[in-house]
């Protein structure tokens, strides 16, 4: 799992936070529902860290939506983390 940032890891991070808001619940309120970590939460919103694919379909399911609505707009290219990996993924 990426510790560093990407482009990738931004957009799901907003994606996930505003399906949360959307649905009126708190970062500690996801957790309990997921049974993730709250500092985890806080983690994957502000796209410090990018969670796998059972994490995410987790998180998708506490927040009633589909997981690829949390994907919306990523690209292949989003998950390179230096300008020089987008270069070479380009």
């Given amino acids: 799992m990426p510790r560093v940032p990407s482009p990738a890891a931004a957009r799901i991070g907003e994606l996930i936070s505003d399906a949360r808001k959307h ?3 708190t970062q ?5 529902l997921t049974q ?3 500092s ?11 969670m796998g694919i059972p ?3 987790r ?3 506490a927040l009633k939506v589909e997981p690829g609505r949390l994907l919306d707009g ?5 998950f ?5 990996d987008r270069r070479r993924t380009g």
């Avoid at 990523?74 to 989003?78: D, K, L």
């Avoid at 390179?80 to 020089?84: G, I, K």
């Fill in 23 to 25: 649905r009126g619940i």
């Fill in 28 to 32: 500690d309120e996801l957790a309990v």
């Fill in 36 to 38: 993730i970590d709250s």
């Fill in 40 to 50: 985890n939460i806080r983690g994957y919103e502000k796209g410090r860290a990018l």
């Fill in 55 to 57: 994490t995410l379909i």
């Fill in 59 to 61: 998180i998708a399911a």
């Fill in 74 to 78: 990523v690209t292949p290219e989003m």
């Fill in 80 to 84: 390179a983390t230096s300008a020089s």
